[in-house]
């Protein structure tokens, strides 16, 4: 197809296109002419991915420009294709100095993910989120050991194995994989939030309304 | 104590103290000269319930003032005053024309809620919420109706009746119940958030990775 169509296909403006084009974002379609190319079905899937990226997961375009070099990259295999996807739309933690207080939170934390047997790299970003997490619950004088958060943990391997990993599409294309992975870690969150809210309110309604 | 006390007591800064009785969010304390006034346990306790609402909720001063003047309104019962608290912590929903996609998103998520059998007001901030990822996931081509967000509100269920819900002092002072359960919806939403992305990544080490 032309830009024009590929444009309609994908609902991508085309100056978006040429955007994308121009940051190595898109691969360049198949030249015939001097000055027109022609597009496939991979283009479409594309910048689906990069549109998912940017809206739902709010990634600059140099984090994209990552996940898409990952995704292109066949000597990666799909857990390290889904690690720096996921690594990429993870919320930053505030910087922190390590002094003690930081260091016995962050200890804390991979202790925990260490009792509950989990495979998880030594540098993932959620163990510095699981340590921020552990310091506020500290600061705010909530218990925040293992023992306490495991309620926590339990509902979300549970959710996981029990219904998301049968949703996300492992034997199609790579960037339906990593789109998957992407709509289903923030959206999926937010609903998840939603639903405990109203589960409180639910539960309050009951036990405390009049 | 006196003012210079309950500064202490609570690691409020004078000033700000001054600013929240100036505010009324702190009630006066007992006049005990011209310029003296003695304060109690009750006011390190406001001033616990001010910041969790302000550090934690990242709440304006003008909503804090509409919690701390529900939790003083004793004609209120304590589900009431919860859901003061919950509305003004819960995320502000994008504004929204109410053309017929957010008409159908908002029935869905009503009809979802009737389903569940789960006890909401009307007035519900999470009902638009709720409504806005539905909008959000049938955008993105996802399922988002009541049996495909079903694993979400389960989860979320079953961790608030067996788990959350025992860890909220109901039988303390007000200010103490709404504090635990601000704190308790913030940090324990994203300690959930975090451990759902953990168990994603240890799920699929186990299933893709080398």
């Not at 169509?5 to 001097?34: C, D, F, M, N, W």
């Not at 000055?35 to 496939?40: D, F, L, Q």
């Not at 004088?141 to 049968?166: F, K, Q, S, W």
Request: charged residues 25%; hydrophobic residues 45%.
């Amino acid at each position: 197809m032309r830009i024009s169509e590929l444009s309609a296909a994908s609902g991508v403006p085309i100056p978006t296109i040429k955007y994308y084009l121009r940051e190595g974002l898109l691969p360049a379609g198949e030249q015939t002419s001097a000055t027109g190319a022609r597009y496939g079905e991979g283009h479409v899937r594309r910048l689906r991915l990069i549109r998912a990226l940017l809206e739902v997961g709010r990634l600059p375009i140099a984090s994209i420009a990552k996940v898409v070099a990952a995704v292109d990259d066949e000597s990666l295999d799909l857990h390290h294709v889904l690690g720096v996807a996921q690594y990429a739309i993870a919320p930053a933690v505030e910087p922190h100095t390590p002094d003690e207080e930081w260091t016995r939170a962050r200890a804390e934390a991979d202790t925990m993910i260490t009792d509950l047997g989990w495979q998880i790299d030594p540098d993932a970003p959620a163990r510095d989120e699981l340590a921020q997490a552990v310091l506020t619950l500290g600061r705010l004088g909530m218990p925040a050991d293992g023992e306490a958060l495991r309620p926590y943990a339990d509902a979300a391997l549970r959710l996981v194995t029990e219904h998301e990993i049968g949703t996300i599409p492992f034997d199609g294309p790579r960037e339906a994989t990593v789109e998957s992975l992407v709509l289903g870690t923030v959206v999926h969150g937010r609903v998840l939030d939603i639903m405990r809210r109203l589960a409180h309110e639910s539960v309050s309604a009951r036990l405390l309304g009049p």
